[in-house]
């Protein structure tokens, strides 16, 4: 007399917990892992000339500010800034220095319409605050050139829930300048890939 093969049942139970199993860890994955946005590189240019009365900054020194608060604000690395003809004394204080900036910054992906369809890349929103500790912005003396950068070239990028307060005192080095905002930045993977993708120039 032969028997049923009772293996079969339980094969498929184990099969059947397989799946619950996977569709649990799915459930479980951290949402931080997901892209909070879809955005897209979109071009910006912007011609910046600071104007101070208390502190005084050469073109190539304003130029290195310049370009690190685009960077940490999420402008994509092959960004160029480059600085005005300079009048004065040679890598000297300049009373007018100013740089032309061409960059790409990432705006949502929503609503951009258009004919051919834009790629688009990760992205999440990051607080950014340019007056840390660690920023070439925290000193006293720029404060100045803090609020002209909000003015000028924080609208260029896709921001949220601005912080922003001023001491600034003509003739005067004042403390306790704040400038900080959520901005839409790559996430890394997607910023790795556009440095290795060759550019227009």
Known sequence: MRFPNRRIPMRAAAAAMAVCLCAAALADTPQSAQPSEWAVWTPKEVRFVYQGFTSHYSCDGLRDKVKSVLLKLGARKDLQVRESPCAGSLGG????PGVSIKMHVLEPAAGKGGGAALPTVPARWQMVDLTSSRDL?????DCELLEQIKETLLPKFTTRNLEYSSTCVPHQLTSGTRLKAQVLVAEPAATAAAARTPRSP
């Open 93 to 96: 204080p300049n009373p007018f």
């Open 137 to 141: 912005l925290q000193d006293p003396g």
